[in-house]
C-alpha cells in the first residue's frame, strides 16, 4: 500500500531562519511526488512537482529535492507569509494514478 | 471567475436533509475530482471523472452521489448524512487523469447537525 509520511507535525520559526520540512513514502513505482501549500479555510495551492531521484526544483525561497525514499522542502529565510500548511502527495506509476496525501506540516513563522 | 470555483463555501444541514455541492473549473481540464479533509487525517479522494466518465469511486457511501454533466462541471448530491460526514469537501481538476497537477478550489464547509 502506498503511504506518505510527512515531519515534522508542525514547526514554528523565527523570521529569516531556515529549515526543512521532511516526505518519506512508499509507492511501489514513482510517477511524481507533489508539494502544495494550504492556507486556513482555502483550497491546496499547487508548489512543484518531481519525477525522479535528484531532481530539484525552486520558487522564491523554496526549494524542493527528491531521492528514491523522500522529499525535502527547504524553506531558506522564512517570512511570516509562508506560514501555511505544506502537503506532500506521491502518484505510483501503473495503478490507479490517484494522489496519496500525507497529514501535512504546519509551519508558523513569526516576525 | 478563474482557476477552479466551489458553492456554497459553507453548509449547515441536518441528517435528513438533501443538498448538493457545486464545482466549476475554468481551466479547460478533463479530469475532476471530490476530496474529503477532515481534522488530522490526510486528503481522501472521493471520485474521479476523466472526459465526464467516472473512472475511480473510492468505496464512498452511496450517501454521496457526485454528477458531472460536461468537462467543466462536478456536482456532489448529498442525502442523509451522519455527523461523522462533517468535513472540507474540496474540488480539484487537472489537465487529463494521472498525468498532471492537480488544482484545488477553496472548498465548502460541510457541517452535519
Known amino acids: 500500500e502506498d503511504q506518505v509520511t510527512q515531519s515534522p507535525e508542525a514547526l514554528r520559526l523565527q523570521e529569516g531562519e531556515s529549515s526543512s520540512l521532511n516526505c518519506s513514502y512508499t509507492v511501489s513505482g514513482l510517477r511524481g511526488l507533489f508539494w502544495y501549500r494550504q492556507d486556513p479555510g482555502k483550497g491546496p495551492e499547487f508548489l512543484f512537482t518531481?519525477?525522479?531521484a535528484g531532481e530539484e526544483k525552486e520558487k522564491e525561497r523554496l526549494k524542493a529535492t527528491l531521492t528514491k525514499k523522500e522529499s525535502f522542502l527547504h524553506i531558506t529565510a522564512p517570512k511570516p507569509e509562508d506560514s501555511a500548511t505544506y502537503l506532500c502527495?506521491?502518484?505510483?506509476?501503473?495503478?490507479?494514478?490517484?494522489?496519496?496525501f500525507g497529514k501535512g506540516t504546519k509551519l508558523t513563522v513569526n516576525p | 471567475e478563474t482557476g477552479v470555483t466551489q458553492t456554497p463555501r459553507h453548509l449547515v444541514m441536518g441528517m435528513t436533509n438533501k443538498k448538493s455541492l457545486k464545482c466549476e473549473q475554468h481551466?479547460?481540464?478533463?479530469?475532476m475530482y471530490w476530496y474529503k479533509q477532515s481534522a488530522k487525517k490526510p486528503l481522501e479522494l472521493m471520485f474521479v471523472?476523466?472526459?465526464?466518465?467516472?473512472?475511480e469511486n473510492n468505496s464512498v457511501p452511496s450517501r454521496f452521489s457526485p454528477e458531472c454533466p460536461n468537462s467543466s462541471h462536478l456536482f456532489l448530491h448529498l442525502h442523509t448524512l451522519q455527523p461523522e460526514d462533517s468535513a472540507l469537501y474540496l474540488c480539484a481538476s487537472s489537465l487529463t487523469q494521472g498525468k498532471d497537477e492537480q488544482y484545488f478550489g477553496p472548498g465548502t464547509r460541510l457541517t452535519v447537525t
Open positions: 502527495a506521491v502518484q505510483a506509476s501503473g495503478g490507479s494514478e490517484k494522489l496519496v
Open positions: 518531481l519525477y525522479s
Open positions: 481551466l479547460g481540464h478533463n479530469a
Open positions: 471523472y476523466n472526459f465526464k466518465e467516472q473512472t
